[in-house]
Structures are given as C-alpha cells and as structure tokens.
C-alpha cells in the first residue's frame, strides 16, 4: 500500500493507475462505517484512494480541531488489511496557500441546519474536497448518509463545477444498539453514550410513527420524549433536496438531528 503525502506525490501515483479509481475522503480515526465506505468502493473499482486529512478550514473557532482523534499508524493498518492501494495524508501546509480562491457553500442550503450553527462549515468541505477531486480525480467517490446535508451539498458541486465524478451514498453504519458510528463517539463517557443512543431511538421511532401519520408536529412530539440531550440544537423534516417540507412525503422525507450530550455535538438522521 503506497503513502503518499503531498499533492504532487499523488499526481505522480495517480498518472500509473490504469482503469476505474474509487476514493473515500475521511478525516481518519476509521471506524466500521470508514471501512464500509472502502469495501463498497473495493468492490466497485479496479483501484481504491482513501484520503486521511483533518481539514482545518472546516472547523470553526473553537471547535475540535486539536483534539480531534488521530490515529494515523492504526488507520493505515486498517486500509492495508482491506486492500487499499493508496492513503493520501497530506498537511494543511501543503494543501494551502495564503490568500487562496475560496469556493462559498450555497447561501440557503450552505447555511441552514448544520451551516446555521456551524456557519462556514460547509465552504471548508467544499474547499477540500474540490481539491481532493482535483488530486485524486477519481471515477467514483463514496459518501455516508450519515453526513445527508454534506452528501447534498457534494453532489451540487459535481453538478455546479461539472465534475466527471459519480458520488455514490452510503448507508449509515451504526453499532449493534442504534448508535451511529462516529470518530466523535470516543468522547463519550459511558454515562453520555447510553443518552446519546436516545438520538437514534428517536429517529427510529419518527420512522416507525411516519408509517401511520404524515403529520409532523405530531411526530416532533414523540421525538422530544424520546431525546435525553443536554442540547438540542435542531429536529428536521427535509426532503432529498433539503429543502423543508411540512409533511412526511415517504421516499422522499430526511428526519434530522443535531444534538449536545455533554460537550460532544452529534449528528444523525433515518431516510424514509
Ligand atoms: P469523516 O472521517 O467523519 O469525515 O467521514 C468520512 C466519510 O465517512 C464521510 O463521507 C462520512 O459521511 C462517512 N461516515 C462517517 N460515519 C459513518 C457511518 N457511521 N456510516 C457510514 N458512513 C459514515
């Protein structure tokens, strides 16, 4: 398995690869729902790219930038041992200049829910991975559900910047309780985690109640009971496009929830 650390490493690897190249963006700490992503795109091209980047621009002050977890030696164990061809784990010195071209996330859909309370975000993703795309020029690039907001905004951005890339969504992976996989969840004390499983019972039941009602409020409801938060920062019906909607439309409809259980701010959502 090749390292490669800089973007002109990666240029240089990616002009030998021959054939269908999929990439999986991470920002490392790889979990189930990581090595998920890998084996779909394992399975699905003749080579694999996983990029291993905490990207600083899509934190904001104060955010977990530094004590983000870093587990780089046990990361490229793991994409070893599925089959991954390269990792690409440049530095923030390398991927940026001063006074660069900054790409804007989309001013409503950029900044609504999470863009809302983690205004910028968004231009920070956008940035990287429109970079990434640029290295890696992969064939397909596969994306959690679990980040819905962000697999929107994505998937604009190949229509916008007309990108020859097939974004492929992938189904959240969650532990055997519920809980969603996340890099974040290391966080957690044992006391936090069990609240934070009330995040996707409430989801769970919004999914089951949605089978008999469409009616929203009714359904918000319910959720609340279910939540044991610290704080909830927002419960949201949108559709495929995020756009919102006031009643349940199955096969259409994403239940999402952001939420603080103690210091730790998790995101979750259930498709329906
Ligand atoms: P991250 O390292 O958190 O930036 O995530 C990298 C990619 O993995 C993103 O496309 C995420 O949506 C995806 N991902 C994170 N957690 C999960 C999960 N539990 N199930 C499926 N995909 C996930």
């Keep these: 398995m090749k390292i490669l650390k800089s973007p ?51 934190f904001l002050p104060g955010e977990d930038l530094d004590k983000y977890p870093r587990r780089l030696e046990a990361d ?41 309370f983690r205004p910028g975000h968004f231009d920070g993703v956008l940035q990287v991975v429109n970079k990434l795309f640029n290295i890696i020029k992969p064939t397909r690039a596969y994306f959690g559900k679990k980040d819905a907001q962000q697999l929107y905004l994505i998937n604009q951005m190949v229509k916008n910047f007309f990108f020859d890339i097939k974004i492929v969504p992938v189904d959240t992976v969650r532990e055997k309780d519920g ?7 290391v966080y957690l004390s044992p006391e936090e985690r069990k609240r934070a499983l009330s995040i996707s019972k409430a989801l769970k039941r919004a999914a089951k109640l949605s089978t008999v009602t469409d009616n929203i409020d009714e359904i918000k409801k319910e959720m609340m009971n ?34 603080y259980i103690g210091t730790t701010r998790l995101i979750d959502n259930i498709w329906i």
């Design 8 to 58: 002109k490493e990666a240029h240089e690897y990616r002009k030998t690869l021959n054939g269908s190249v999929g990439f999986v963006p991470t920002m490392g700490a790889l979990h189930e729902g990581h090595l998920t992503l890998i084996k779909r795109a394992k399975s699905e091209n003749e080579n694999v790219i996983v990029s291993i980047f905490v990207n600083p621009t899509q």
């Design 226 to 259: 279910i939540l044991d938060v610290d704080k909830l920062q927002y419960i949201a019906f949108v559709d495929r496009n995020f756009n919102y909607i006031n009643k349940i439309k199955h096969g259409d409809t994403i239940i999402l929830i952001a939420a």
């Design 76 to 116: 490229f164990e793991i994409c070893k041992r599925a089959g991954v061809d390269a990792v690409f784990t440049p530095n923030a010195e390398n991927m940026y200049s001063e006074d660069e071209i900054l790409i804007k996330a989309p001013k409503i859909k950029g900044y609504i829910l999470e863009g809302f």
């Design 179 to 185: 809980l969603a996989l996340s890099s974040r969840n």
